[in-house]
C-alpha cells in the first residue's frame, strides 16, 4: 500500500490529469464532522483501508471520485512496465480492439483486504459477467469513466 496523505498530487497509473488526495479511507479523521465516516465508506465494499478520494479539474468544475490504493502513481512515480505479469488491482492493461491504456480498479471473484463478496455477486447478476472480467477506469481527456472487460480483450502492459 502507498503512503498517501491529504493534498498529495498523484495519477492513475494509466495516465491522468493531476489528482489531489482529499480523503484515504482509515488514515483520514475527521474531527468536525463529530462521525468517523471510514466505517461507512468501506460499507459500499468497493473501499478498504488505505483506498482514497480523489478530486481533479473537469472543465472549470471541479470533480470527484474514489480510487483503489494500487491503481495510482505518486508525483514522480513510473508504472513497472512488464507484458508478462499478472492481471490484478493495479495492473495496466491495453484494449485489443483500440489500444486504449485503461488501469484494472477490481478484478471481478477476486476479493480485496476486507473480503467482499456483494460487489462479486452485483458484477455477476446485472451484467453476464463472470468471474475474472476486469473493471477499469481511465481518462477520456479530464472525464473519469469505467467499463468491465473479459480478460481476453486485454493484454497485460505492467503494474
Known amino acids: ?21 482529499d480523503w484515504v479511507v482509515d488514515v483520514t479523521k475527521d474531527k468536525k464532522a463529530g462521525i468517523d ?5 468501506k460499507m459500499s465494499g468497493m473501499l478498504k483501508t488505505g483506498d482514497i478520494a480523489i478530486k481533479w479539474m473537469l472543465g472549470n468544475t471541479e470533480a470527484k471520485g474514489q480510487l483503489p490504493n494500487e491503481a495510482i502513481l505518486l508525483e514522480g512515480e513510473k508504472i513497472t512496465e512488464n507484458t ?3 492481471i490484478t488491482f493495479g495492473s495496466v492493461v491495453e484494449r485489443k ?17 476486507n473480503g467482499v463478496k456483494k460487489v462479486n ?6 451484467g453476464q459477467r463472470k468471474e475474472g472480467d476486469l473493471v477499469c477506469a481511465w481518462f477520456e481527456k479530464n472525464k473519469f469513466e469505467t467499463g468491465i ?7 497485460s502492459i505492467g503494474f
Request: proline content about 7%; cysteine-free.
Open 97 to 113: 480492439l483500440d489500444k486504449k491504456k485503461m488501469t484494472v480498479i477490481w478484478v471481478i471473484g477476486q476479493t480485496k483486504d
Open 37 to 41: 465516516p471510514n466505517p461507512f465508506l
Open 84 to 86: 508478462e505479469s499478472e
Open 149 to 155: 472487460y473479459p480478460l481476453h480483450e486485454v493484454k
Open 121 to 126: 455477486e452485483f458484477y455477476i447478476v446485472m
Open 1 to 21: 500500500m502507498k503512503n498517501v496523505k491529504l493534498g498529495d498530487i498523484i495519477t492513475l497509473k494509466s495516465g491522468s490529469p493531476n489528482l489531489i488526495v
